[in-house]
Structure formats: structure tokens, C-alpha cells
């Protein structure tokens, strides 16, 4: 788990990387109260792969605390793998889904 500290940090240590390859937004979709001082927002990030021109759709969860109005701590949930087949290079068919096709086997 990466661990970044301070309002500059992750714009320039995380997020500049991300928009260097992506050209991507958060759509978020749902708000949940979590009590006391904590956000969860659900949603998905979509966008395009600057690289391979592969669209991008990916699940997200980010749990917010919150502090006189901020976000003072940010655990962020995503579909990791979305995001590889967006960058990988090569043939653009997805990642298979070692289920499909299982009722056939049966």
C-alpha cells in the first residue's frame, strides 16, 4: 500500500502518472455514510488509454475520512486488472474469464 502525506503529494506522485497514460475521470455513483467521520463513495473510473486508445472502465470504492470539511485520509478500491487491459500492449481482446464457457463443460 503506497502511503502519501500533505495536498501536493498525491497530484505529483500519483495522479500525474496515472493522467500521463490515461485520459481518465471518476464517475462516482453512489454515497454511503460510513458513521462518524467517514465517506464511502462507489463508482467507477472511465476513460481512455493514451497509448493503445483502449477504453477503460473500472469499479471503484474510496473510503474518505473526513476533517473540518477535508479529506484528511484517502483508502482507495479498484478493479486493477480494467486498468491493465486498457495499457497492455498487443491484442486488444480482454483478459479471458476463466468461467465463460463453464456451462458447456457440465
Known sequence: ???TTGPDA???HCWARVFAL????????EYLSAGGD???????YLGTA???GRPLSAVF????RLADGLATEL??????????????PGD?????DPTAGSAARD
Request: charged share 30%; net charge positive; aromatic share 2%.
Open 10 to 12: 498525491m497530484p505529483r
Open 38 to 44: 467517514r465517506v464511502v463513495v462507489i463508482g467507477r
Open 75 to 88: 483508502v482507495q478500491i479498484t478493479d486493477t486488472e480494467r486498468w491493465h487491459e486498457a495499457l497492455r
Open 61 to 64: 470504492a474510496h473510503i474518505l
Open 22 to 29: 490515461l485520459d481518465v475521470r471518476p464517475v462516482p455513483e
Open 1 to 3: 500500500m503506497a502511503r
Open 92 to 96: 486488444p481482446s480482454p483478459v479471458s
Open 50 to 52: 493514451r497509448a493503445t
